[in-house]
């Protein structure tokens, strides 16, 4: 039981500064006034929230991505992270091989496998340089890293870039504040109020979309 339970205290504090990484996500009204926290929010949220916003260190975005990949014509279910050139060092990942974590995201097809998804798609093969497709998008191995520690609620087989998709973060309209697409996290500078925060947040929102009041969200920021 105290093993039990040293384990779930554990959970996330192995990502770097893990006590002041929050995840950002908004509740949405519901009839009778009260709200429901869908535990997402916009990749458009970072119009609002950003690291160039007081308090704010830095930020990482990451979307989910369940299906099958396609190595040389056969398919392998695989559960992939889609974030941006930071996905990596914000969380405090490393490689194992290929590309270091600081440069392996930044090509729009890269992708980076965890060593068990490595080891299922290529055996004892170099996976580095090979070429995966999923949904008809060509990937290219630039790196292997470890697989996320246990205690984490982050569970993924690989991550890739964010930037090859074909409706990529980069290119959606500036309105498009109020989609429930993305895990946003948010690594506050020291000493910053997460509830001051997540309120200026909920107004900047409600300011930028004024003719929509009865949608407005409530952003709220978690600890990990």
Do not use: C, K
Request: aromatic fraction near 8%; avoid cysteine.
């Amino acid at each position: 039981m105290a093993l039990h339970v040293r384990f779930e205290s554990s959970y996330d504090t192995w990502i770097p500064d893990a006590d002041r990484v929050h995840r950002l996500t908004f509740a949405l009204p519901r009839p009778g006034g009260d709200y429901f926290d869908s535990g997402f929010t916009s990749s458009q949220t970072i119009r609002l929230l950003n690291a160039d916003s007081p308090g704010v260190v830095d930020v990482a975005r990451l979307a989910t991505d369940r299906g099958e990949v396609l190595r040389d014509g056969t398919a392998f279910a695989a559960h992939l992270l889609l974030g941006e050139g930071n996905a990596l060092t914000f969380f405090g990942f490393t490689t194992r091989a290929g590309q270091t974590a600081e440069i392996a995201l930044t090509a729009p097809d890269s992708i980076v496998l965890t060593e068990s998804f490595a080891r299922r798609l290529f055996g004892d093969e170099d996976p580095i340089g090979r070429t995966l497709s999923r949904e008809q998008r060509l990937l290219t191995v630039t790196a292997i890293m470890p697989d996320p520690p246990r205690n984490s609620h982050l569970r993924f087989d690989a991550i890739a870039a964010e930037a090859g998709r074909e409706r990529n973060w980069a290119g959606m309209a500036d309105g498009l504040t109020r989609l429930m697409d993305t895990l946003f996290y948010v690594r506050l500078a020291p000493g910053a109020d997460p509830a001051a925060m997540a309120a200026a947040v909920t107004a900047e929102d409600a300011a930028r979309n004024a003719m929509d009041r009865l949608s407005a969200p409530r952003y709220n920021l978690h600890p990990v």
